[in-house]
Structures are given as C-alpha cells and as structure tokens.
C-alpha cells in the first residue's frame, strides 16, 4: 500500500547543509510550510522567485485538456487532494470527480495523490477510489514528490503537478522538474489555519512577481 510505502521511509532527515534545504529541513521540523516556503524564497534569487510560477493555469480540473498533456508526453499526474480534486470540508469524491478520474485513467494517465493532510483524511478519500496516495507529504518538500515519481514509475518530465497552492505544489513541483498546474481552490472559504497564512503568503509573492512582470496586473489571484 502506498500509505506503507511512504511510512517507511517518513523518519526525519536532518538539516542539509546548502542554501535552499536547511530551510526544507526545517519545514520537516515544524508544519509551517507556506512560512518556510517564504524563507527559501526570500533568501533566493529572482530564479528561486520564479519557481512559484506554473506552467500552466485553470479554473478547475475539468478544464484541463489531458488530450494536449498526452501530447506534450506527459503519462502521470500528482494530485494535491483539498481544494484541488473536491473543498477541504468534503470528505468524498463527487460524481463529476469519479466520471472525471475515469476520463483520466481510461486515457491512460497514472494518478497518485499527495496532500499534506492526515492519513485519515486522505486514506477515506482516496481508498475508495482505488487511488495511490501519499499522506503528510510535507509539500513543498522534495521527499513526497520522488516517492511520487517512483509509485508512477515515470520520470519527471512525463510527470504534472495539480494543485490550488502556489507555496505547496506549485513550489515543490517546480523544484523537482515537473510540470505544474494550479488550479482555483474549489472552496476558499473551507480553508485551515496553514493554508489561509499560505495565501497571505502567496499574496506578497504574487505582488513580486507583477512588479516583475511575471503576472497579470489585473489578476487578482
Ligand atoms: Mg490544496
């Protein structure tokens, strides 16, 4: 089971010694990821800013053209689980979700999910359905994302990130080579503590990166 899997290998590491991890270590340490997220990037350069840019954006999965992923090469997909497949507040897949997963599976993606939430959480949603999944993934953490790429058994150029956080999955995604989507949150009024403060995280990014030029002016995402 994929939950085993990455149970097995969940002890912490310790601090790494280059610029860019001592901060991911830390982001083990404690669950303030979006903070430490901030960390890394403040202490970066523009490159390190802009790996909070996805390589691509929609309002919701359903707008997603698999037959144009297919055709960039891409077999697997990562899937954060809260406010990307279904609100942080619905503990089961909708119907729209199960047709759209099907969709997925029968064109011939592999699917795993990795979500920062709890093993319960995420075990209840995901056992159903028949889906991998990786639980306390620590997102943006590059740890998840290789036990990702080896349950998928792809490379990460074949490989997608979707997900509703610029902080979590955009960040961790990039960081690991993956094409990345981000996603409206399906519902932002049912969102924790951790994310709420990611957002505000992700508001000074996104104030960054349209004095640069990377972002619409008059998107107010
Ligand atoms: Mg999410």
């Known amino acids: 089971?994929?939950?085993?899997?990455?149970?097995?290998?969940?002890?912490?590491?310790?601090?790494?010694?280059?610029?860019?991890?001592?901060?991911?270590?830390?982001?083990?340490?404690?669950?303030?990821?979006?903070?430490?997220?901030?960390?890394?990037?403040?202490?970066?350069?523009?490159?390190?800013?802009?790996?909070?840019l996805p390589h691509m954006r929609v309002n919701t999965i359903y707008d997603i053209d698999l037959q144009a992923l297919k055709k960039r090469g891409i077999r697997g997909i990562i899937t954060d689980l809260d406010n990307t497949l279904v609100g942080a507040k619905e503990p089961l897949a909708t119907p729209e979700l199960v047709r759209w997963l099907d969709d997925v599976r029968d064109s011939g993606f592999k699917v795993v999910i990795v979500s920062n939430n709890n093993r319960t959480r995420v075990s209840k949603f995901a056992e159903p359905l028949n889906l991998t999944y990786i639980h306390a993934a620590r997102k943006p953490a590059n740890k998840a994302f290789r036990k990702a790429l080896s349950l998928l058994?792809?490379?990460?150029?074949?490989?997608?990130?979707?997900?509703?956080?610029?902080?979590?999955?955009?960040?961790?995604?990039?960081?690991?080579?993956?094409?990345?989507?981000?996603?409206?949150?399906?519902?932002?009024?049912?969102?924790?503590?951790?994310?709420?403060?990611?957002?505000?995280?992700?508001?000074?990014?996104?104030?960054?990166?349209?004095?640069k030029g990377l972002w619409p002016k008059e998107d107010s995402k």
Request: glycine share 10%.
């Open 1 to 52: 089971m994929t939950d085993s899997l990455y149970a097995k290998t969940s002890n912490r590491p310790g601090l790494r010694a280059n610029n860019e991890s001592w901060a991911i270590g830390l982001c083990k340490q404690i669950p303030l990821y979006g903070i430490v997220s901030m960390i890394v990037i403040a202490g970066e350069s523009k490159f390190m800013f802009e790996r909070l």
């Open 153 to 211: 058994e792809l490379p990460a150029e074949q490989t997608v990130v979707i997900g509703d956080q610029m902080m979590t999955d955009v960040l961790g995604g990039n960081r690991m080579g993956l094409q990345t989507i981000l996603v409206n949150p399906v519902s932002p009024g049912d969102e924790g503590v951790m994310t709420r403060v990611n957002r505000r995280l992700e508001k000074i990014a996104l104030a960054r990166l349209r004095k």
